[in-house]
Each structure stands twice: as C-alpha cells, then as structure tokens.
C-alpha cells in the first residue's frame, strides 16, 4: 500500500503565499508523477500542477506564474509553492502520484485526503 499525507494548507489573505507539502511512503518502487488537484464547491476536481520524475511540469492555465511546484524525489515529496492568492484558489487541493509499487511492479493512482485552502478576499 502507498500513502500521500499532505499538510500547510490554512487561511490567508488574498496577495498571500501557502506551501503545500505531500510526502508519500509505503511499498513504492519509484513515483512516475507527482501533483495537485484542487476541489472548489459545487465545482469538480481539476489538475493544478504536476511533476514527473524528469522534471517535466504543467500547470493549469489559472495558476500559470503564480504557482510553482517542485519535487524531491530522495524524499518522496512535492511541493505547491502558493504566491499571490486569490480567492478563487479557495479549495480543498489534493496530492496524487502515479507509483510504480514494489508489491506488483504495476502503475496505480493514489491519493491524498486533501487539505483546505481559503483564501480571504
């Protein structure tokens, strides 16, 4: 099994920065990508950034100079570096990372339980 505990969501003002962080461990043979997709109200789930294990990334338009993500791959980490916030950006944002297990050497999608962004306008 493969967990994705994320933390350093919170509230804060809009023109503010948050740090995401999501740290993955269980029976991982390597990670193929890492991301963030966030879940507004009412709304459904969209891709914010992603990272492969190259160092190639996409972000959502919405977010494009204003987010960076970032990877440690010793650690099994990703980042979400959150500058200039707006409120649209409130949302529940949440990890995902495609892992090649150690169990079955198979890909498979995991997720995080997600944390809370607001921002305050």
């Known amino acids: 099994q493969v967990q994705l505990v994320e933390s350093g969501g919170g509230l804060v003002q809009a023109g503010g920065s948050l740090r995401l962080s999501c740290a993955a461990s269980?029976?991982?043979?390597?990670?193929?990508?890492m991301g963030w997709y966030r879940q507004a109200p009412g709304k459904q789930r969209e891709l914010v950034a992603v990272r492969t294990s190259a160092g190639t990334t996409n972000y959502a338009d919405s977010v494009k100079g204003r987010f960076t993500i970032s990877r440690d791959n010793a650690k099994n980490t990703v980042y979400l570096q959150m500058n200039s916030l707006k409120a649209e950006d409130t949302a529940v944002y949440y990890c995902?990372?495609?892992?090649?297990?150690?169990?079955?050497?198979?890909?498979?999608?995991?997720w995080g339980q997600g944390t809370q962004v607001t921002v305050s306008s």
């Open positions: 269980g029976s991982i043979f390597s990670i193929k990508v």
């Open positions: 995902k990372a495609a892992v090649i297990t150690s169990v079955t050497l198979r890909t498979a999608d995991y």
